[in-house]
């Protein structure tokens, strides 16, 4: 890669993956989510990802594990309804950012 190998390219995915991701025991260095050359998913690094950081899986995957009691009346979550992109505004009305879970017994 042109600014660096082994995710020192200092692009923000290599520093999502520096300080989230898993290390690679061969390299010693952050194991890539994609192959840049090739595009190709490292199926390994994504489940690490969604099993660490995914919230909405999270929340589902713990919620009756007493992740529910804890988080009840306190979780709130904030996003905007526009993304800048360069000087372009996109809209992000149809996009599902973050899946809701809530079981049918939960309160509000």
């Known amino acids: 890669m042109v600014l660096g190998s082994q995710g020192r390219g200092c692009d923000q995915w290599d520093i999502w993956a520096a300080v989230f991701g898993p290390q690679d025991p061969?390299?010693?260095?952050?194991?890539?989510?994609?192959?840049?050359?090739?595009?190709?998913?490292?199926?390994?690094?994504?489940?690490?990802?969604?099993?660490?950081?995914?919230?909405?899986?999270?929340?589902?995957?713990?919620?009756?594990?007493?992740?529910?009691?804890?988080?009840?009346?306190?979780?709130?979550?904030?996003?905007?309804?526009?993304?800048?992109?360069?000087?372009?505004l996109l809209s992000n009305k149809n996009r599902q950012i973050f899946p809701v879970f809530v079981p049918s017994d939960a309160t509000r």
């Open 26 to 88: 061969k390299t010693g260095y952050p194991k890539p989510l994609y192959d840049k050359a090739t595009g190709v998913i490292d199926p390994t690094v994504a489940e690490y990802w969604k099993e660490h950081f995914d919230l909405s899986y999270i929340i589902e995957r713990d919620w009756d594990k007493g992740l529910g009691e804890k988080v009840a009346g306190k979780l709130h979550i904030y996003c905007g309804t526009m993304v800048r992109r360069g000087q372009k």
